[in-house]
C-alpha cells in the first residue's frame, strides 16, 4: 500500500508563494521510479493535471501555470514538491499529489490553497 500526504497549503495574496509537499510511503515504493504528479480540483469543476514528473525526470505544465510552478522531487526523502510562484486567485483550488504506479494510481487526500485578490 502507498501513502501520499499532502502538506504546504493555505491563504496567500494574489502574487505571493507557496510550496506544496508531498510525503510518500508505502513498501519498495520510490518516487524516481514512478510518475508523479500534481492536479488541483476548484469548486464546481474537475480535477485536472497541474504538473507531472515521469521516472525519467521529464516534467509536463498545464499551460495555465507554465513558468510560475515548478515540480521537483526529493529521492532521498522520497517526497515531491510543488512550488508555486505567482499565485492567482483563479489558482484557488484542493490540490493532491498523485503517485501513478504500474499497478493503479493512489491519490493523497488533498490540500487547500486560496489566493485572495
Known amino acids: 500500500q502507498v501513502q501520499l500526504v499532502e502538506s504546504g497549503g493555505g491563504l496567500v495574496q494574489a502574487g505571493g508563494s507557496l510550496r506544496l509537499s508531498c510525503a510518500t510511503s508505502?513498501?519498495?515504493?520510490?518516487?524516481?521510479?514512478?510518475?508523479m504528479g500534481w492536479f488541483r480540483q476548484a469548486p464546481g469543476k474537475q480535477r485536472e493535471l497541474v504538473a507531472r514528473?515521469?521516472?525519467?525526470?521529464?516534467?509536463n505544465y498545464a499551460d495555465s501555470v507554465k513558468g510560475r510552478f515548478t515540480i521537483s522531487r526529493d529521492n532521498a526523502k522520497n517526497t515531491v514538491y510543488l512550488q508555486m510562484n505567482s499565485l492567482k486567485p483563479e489558482d484557488t483550488a484542493v490540490y493532491y499529489c498523485?503517485?501513478?504506479?504500474?499497478?493503479?494510481?493512489?491519490w493523497g487526500q488533498g490540500t487547500q490553497v486560496t489566493v485572495s485578490s
Open positions: 514528473v515521469t521516472s525519467g525526470g521529464t516534467t
Open positions: 508505502g513498501v519498495m515504493f520510490s518516487v524516481r521510479s514512478n510518475v
Open positions: 498523485n503517485a501513478d504506479t504500474m499497478f493503479r494510481a493512489y
